[in-house]
């Protein structure tokens, strides 16, 4: 119970340099580039899912719109992989980093921000002021719509990190009382081990929920935006 409870979203170290970049990497390996002419199961399993995901990604998007198809995937893949590595036991999971997250949301919102005042100049201009608005109003809800604006990418990152961080530390937590009542009541100690296996079962859910979140809300702001 002396363990630090935010030791496991520390980065790691080896001889003193991050190794983050190697663990993003190693979720590439489950994404294997197909080089047969008949594919197995396995990969045919994972062009379908990608497919049918990105059918409900880009369905209602503009021919511009579609041009980031791969990006969009690209980056659901990315996510829901390093997500569910970190359901790993002793693994790190990157998506617990704000500053990783942020690193994300911003190059992406910036590119649908500018994609907009690109394509639609006067259209992205008017989602700063609502029609109808009175006089007296118009510098306060400039001021608004541009802080909301701008606060997107931050909730992306933060939403992102928040609900990852949350449910690690939950199954940290329930994992040392479940080890503590093993040796003062087996009954309760089965009751928190079952809660255990279902929160488990949760975050694996809640990680491949998340990366569709985060990928469907860079979707919907280049969906505005073309």
């Not at 990497?25 to 002419?37: A, D, G, H």
């Not at 990006?71 to 999971?93: R, V």
């Not at 929160?199 to 859910?205: D, G, H, N, R």
Request: charged content about 5%; cysteine-free.
């Amino acid at each position: 119970m002396n363990e630090n409870l935010f030791a496991s979203f520390t980065v790691p170290m080896m001889l003193g340099i991050p190794i983050t970049t190697l663990i993003i990497m190693f979720p590439t390996i489950l994404f294997p580039s197909p080089n047969r002419l008949i594919n197995n199961r396995t990969i045919s399993l994972q062009q379908w899912l990608t497919k049918l995901t990105l059918k409900q990604l880009m369905n209602t998007h503009s021919p511009k719109g579609q041009t980031w198809s791969l990006m969009l995937i690209s980056l659901l893949l990315f996510i829901a992989s390093t997500n569910l590595l970190g359901m790993l036991p002793h693994s790190f999971t990157p998506t617990t980093q704000l500053s990783m997250n942020i690193g994300m949301a911003i190059p992406l919102w910036a590119g649908t921000v500018i994609t907009g005042f690109r394509n639609k100049t006067k259209l992205s201009l008017a989602h700063l002021l609502p029609q109808g608005t009175p006089t007296f109003l118009i510098p306060m809800l400039v001021i608004i719509e541009t802080i909301s604006l701008l606060i997107q990418p931050v909730a992306l990152a933060v939403r992102l990190t928040a609900n990852i961080t949350a449910g690690h530390l939950l199954m940290h937590l329930i994992g040392k009382t479940t080890l503590v009542l093993m040796s003062i009541n087996l009954s309760v100690a089965f009751i928190t081990f079952t809660i255990l296996i279902l929160l488990t079962i949760l975050e694996f859910a809640v990680a491949l929920i998340q990366a569709y979140v985060f990928t469907l809300l860079v979707s919907l702001y280049l969906y505005d935006n073309t």
